[in-house]
């Protein structure tokens, strides 16, 4: 046996300093594409305009007006919407010990649906023409808000299921698939009876758009982000614990059944409030945090941070693709990350060695 | 001193466990024998607060200190389960998961001592920077071993630390178990099925036959009847080198 006396901790200390220059390079690229959104736009305006803009917080006219009323919400909606869909993937496929599942996977994004779409055939008299406008006349707040409650109907459901019997982690994906398919026939049978108006406007709202985020929107999703970024941060080694299995785990003094129902209760709520306030955007929850374990394995004190980064960086990146694909026509994000999404999570599959 | 008194364990109306009642002493390595589905696993599962037992009191004393306690509950005990497959993470972070309890966020350098010792003392310093995902099944089970001694347990509990290892590895595996046993002075509880290796290495025998303490004593335990009895099999014991070996006919 080579004698390695005393250089251990330094190695393992140069094995940590790699991981951080991961990270430095992921909030890098999120900088510059942040950058870019505020520049991108066809609103024409230079570096110059949009720097004296943004630190004078004039939003009066000019680059000023188009940088704090349309590119500044939007670039936070999509920096804050997909770092929490991110970081609420990660630790998703950790207590549910399925890589492929993300907070959708039970139900919520269906959920979602199932409000949203009740909110626009139920509580709106149409007598606007075109569906998107009928879809601005509404209060602001009540799709919102029923698409909301939808999917916490949804976790909800599966959190009693899982508190009322023992049920596991794949009694709790299984649980999913029954609770999305109820909710997807339920929303079909409003569906079938809604006029085309209605109809439209209901297939509107399932199409991702970060654009549909004001101030208002934005500061309901940060302060929930933010309180369910601390748990599973506070949570890491939990977290690493739980990736030995349960008995480990129990064995290590984490309290298993505790972290796997506030766990998903958490993500339930970010990825709730993300997608009632800008619809169903996929994929991004599952990108994010494979991506990163390419880098840096299976640690979750690197894992969840990171995966809210790169999830912020690539549905910024999505929502700049979104806007100059087919300018000026501006497609809804959630197109984007799932057509770029599925080749990339298919090659991940492919190269990645974690036998997924 | 480890107690067991009474211990009752049932899973959906099938008593596993039944008034389980032995000690263990600290420097003596305890090997816990029976049959498949005796009830060897939830004992140690018990024991290690994975599983809470329906009657009974797991109790932890220390004559020379006076402490008495619930040992799980106050962290005394590292459980090291049946053997399973590892996350992709670095042996040293395997390992530096021993010291949870110690750790809010960051590791301070006293948990990065306490890995690094446990490391030297599982004899796995050339492998630290390895990926726990791409080791010997050997290995494994020494970072394992690793990651308990790093709890800094006064009760180690290993459930069938030897199981899918090659002969060499069997050997090494209990011959370590053994020395830091005696070398560290704590209470080891062992689940072993190779009553070779058991009669080798351990110093106490707690036999367990469909969930019921069957014999529990030292070396003397192991005898042709005893044998017979706990697995249904026809065996011999012969004397050899001052030592005994099962074999079976």
């Known amino acids: ?356 | 001193m480890l107690v067991f008194e009474g211990l009752f364990f049932r899973y959906s109306r099938r008593d596993v466990l039944e008034n389980i009642t032995f000690s263990a002493q600290p420097g003596k390595l305890c090997a816990l024998v029976g049959p498949n589905g005796c009830g060897k696993s939830t004992l140690l599962k018990c024991a290690a607060g994975v599983l809470a037992p329906h009657a009974g009191a797991i109790e932890y004393n220390d004559p020379a200190s006076g402490v008495k306690c619930r040992p799980h509950a106050e962290g005394f005990t590292a459980y090291m389960p049946q053997a399973q497959a590892p996350p992709p993470c670095s042996v040293f972070d395997a390992v530096l998961l021993g010291r949870r309890r110690h750790m809010n966020f960051r590791a301070r350098k006293k948990d990065l001592e306490k890995t690094e010792e446990a490391i030297h003392l599982a004899c796995i310093s050339d492998i630290a920077m390895k990926r726990c995902d791409n080791l010997s099944g050997g290995e494994l089970q020494k970072v394992i071993l690793a990651r308990s001694l790093a709890q800094e347990p006064k009760v180690l509990l290993l459930d069938e630390p030897t199981n899918h290892l090659d002969l060499k590895n069997q050997v090494e595996m209990m011959k370590l178990i053994k020395n830091i046993t005696e070398k560290l002075n704590i209470i080891t509880i062992a689940a072993i099925h190779d009553m070779n290796l058991a009669v080798k290495y351990a110093a106490k025998f707690v036999m367990i036959k469909n969930g019921k303490i069957f014999a529990d004593s030292n070396i003397s335990a192991v005898t042709k009847e005893n044998i017979d009895s706990l697995y249904s099999v026809d065996s011999k014991i012969y004397d050899i080198d001052g030592g005994k070996i099962v074999v079976i006919n």
């Open chain 1, 1 to 356: 046996m080579k004698n390695l006396e005393g250089c251990v901790i330094e190695s393992y200390a140069a094995a940590g300093a790699s991981k951080l220059i991961t990270g430095a390079f992921i909030a890098l690229a999120l900088f510059c594409a942040a950058a870019a959104s505020f520049l991108y736009g066809q609103f024409e305006c230079g570096p110059g305009d949009v720097f004296r803009a943004l630190v004078s917080f004039d939003d009066t006219a000019g680059a000023g007006y188009v940088l704090w009323n349309l590119r500044m919400p939007r670039t936070l909606a999509a920096a804050f919407c997909g770092a929490a869909l991110g970081s609420a993937g990660a630790v998703t496929q950790n207590v549910l010990k399925n890589p492929l599942a993300t907070p959708f996977t039970i139900g919520i994004s269906q959920g979602a649906a199932f409000g949203a779409s009740f909110a626009i055939i139920f509580l709106k008299n149409y007598s606007s023409a075109s569906p998107s406008a009928a879809y601005a006349q509404m209060h602001p707040y009540s799709i919102a808000f029923c698409a909301f409650a939808g999917a916490l109907i949804s976790t909800a459901f599966i959190l009693a299921l899982s508190g009322f019997k023992n049920v596991g982690p794949l009694g709790l994906i299984l649980a999913g698939v029954a609770l999305n398919s109820l909710f997807g026939a339920l929303t079909m049978l409003m569906q079938y009876f809604a006029t085309d108006i209605q109809l439209s406007s209901a297939l509107f709202w399932t199409f991702g758009d970060v654009g549909k985020a004001g101030y208002g929107e934005l500061a309901v999703i940060v302060t929930v982000f933010s309180l369910a970024f601390a748990y599973f941060i506070s949570k890491s080694w939990d977290y690493n614990a739980l990736e030995w299995g349960d008995e480990t785990a129990a064995g290590l003094g984490v309290n298993v059944k505790r972290l796997r129902i506030t766990t998903m209760l958490l993500a339930s709520l970010v990825s709730a409030a993300v997608t009632a306030f800008v619809g169903v955007i996929g994929f991004v929850g599952l990108i994010a945090p494979h991506t990163v374990r390419i880098f840096v394995a299976g640690d979750y004190r690197y894992l969840t941070a990171y995966s809210a980064l790169l999830g912020a960086f690539t549905l910024l990146a999505s929502d700049l693709i979104a806007r100059s694909a087919l300018a000026p026509q501006v497609l809804p994000v959630g197109i984007v990350t799932a057509f770029a999404g599925a080749p990339l999570f298919l090659y991940i599959l492919i190269k990645g060695d974690r036998g997924i």
